[in-house]
């Protein structure tokens, strides 16, 4: 197969990271991240100066010591993980396509933005973009954020590439059978606890009620996977993490359903965060760190966290069938 140029490129995106696991940085990033309408939908007028006034003067010390904790020597563990996933997809594509595919990272906030992903491909010379958001559940949240994103990246630009978006993949069956090895492999090592909860990042319960599919896709994605592991109904649950704000968010709260199974006789768990693509903050810090010590602290033994997807051979091959499956026209 020849071309003159690259059939395609594949804007990579997650949702990013700070530079470094510092005060100022991670006021950076929350900054941008927490000004996103998609993510607060509050009028600006009424969330900016909460915002500025109050959030970014008392939350950025507090993050950064939560990234100190889980920091890499390579640097943020989203960062490393998404360099790997990059290189592996890339590698993956010219395996089977027989041509050289570009891969780029774009981040919905921090670096490489999503503008320096797209004009990496321009570069390279694309002219058809498949753009990838890793996130398997779709929500107005973080897949819309990445839409408005690329929309907002090429605006200046007189003459746009050829879009093409993935919306979500909660239910593929590379995806579904990925996270079920994982689990799989997790207990050929460790042994199966009581009890596998699959803590997927909340959101407003507003979103759901309003039209977001998010809460829907998470519980398909739990059912499919139990399925396949023939898991029985009170071997398995949903929790919902990483809740923010005053309103209310999707339920059970991860953290309140850990501090109440061991007086319920679960004496021991096995956790995975299927929503996250690359493990992070949120995984590491909130879920392997902190959901580990609420647990043993209310009386349960053992605690178990499984790692996310992250470069895994399997994910990633299932990430590459998903690109040439959305592409099949373009070579």
């Not at 998903?322 to 070579?331: A, D, G, K, P």
Request: aromatic content about 10%; overall charge neutral.
């Amino acid at each position: 197969m020849s071309h003159s140029h690259p059939p395609f490129g594949v804007l990579l995106v997650n949702l990013g990271t700070p530079t470094a696991p510092t005060k100022e940085a991670v006021r950076a990033f929350l900054k941008q991240f927490l000004s996103d309408p998609r993510v607060v939908d509050l009028p600006a007028w009424k969330w900016q100066p909460i915002l500025q006034g109050i959030i970014l003067n008392i939350r950025p010390a507090k993050v950064a010591k939560l990234y100190q904790s889980i920091w890499w020597q390579e640097g943020s563990p989203l960062m490393v993980i998404s360099k790997r996933q990059q290189l592996a997809l890339t590698n993956q594509l010219a395996s089977r396509l027989g041509v050289s595919v570009p891969v780029a990272l774009g981040m919905s906030y921090g670096s490489p933005a999503l503008a320096d992903g797209l004009d990496e491909l321009q570069r390279a010379g694309v002219d058809k973009v498949l753009v990838l958001p890793l996130y398997p559940q779709y929500s107005c949240s973080t897949v819309a954020s990445v839409f408005d994103g690329v929309a907002a990246a090429l605006k200046p630009r007189r003459n746009i590439p050829e879009l093409r978006f993935v919306k979500d993949y909660h239910d593929r069956n590379g995806y579904i059978a990925a996270l079920v090895d994982s689990i799989r492999n997790h207990w050929q090592q460790y042994g199966k606890a009581d009890k596998l909860l699959f803590s997927f990042h909340g959101v407003p319960e507003r979103y759901i009620n309003e039209g977001d599919p998010y809460k829907s896709q998470c519980l398909q994605t739990a059912a499919l996977v139990a399925k396949h592991l023939a898991l029985s109904a009170v071997e398995w649950q949903v929790c919902f993490q990483s809740r923010f704000g005053k309103e209310p968010w999707l339920t059970p709260y991860t953290d309140e359903l850990l501090a109440s199974l061991p007086a319920n006789g679960v004496k021991s768990v096995d956790i995975i965060s299927p929503a996250f693509a690359a493990d992070c903050l949120e995984t590491l810090e909130e879920i392997a760190q902190g959901g580990k010590e609420t647990f043993l602290h209310a009386g349960g033994e053992q605690y178990r966290f499984v790692s996310c997807l992250n470069d895994s051979e399997q994910h990633m091959a299932f990430l590459a069938d998903l690109v040439v499956s959305h592409t099949e026209n373009w070579r």
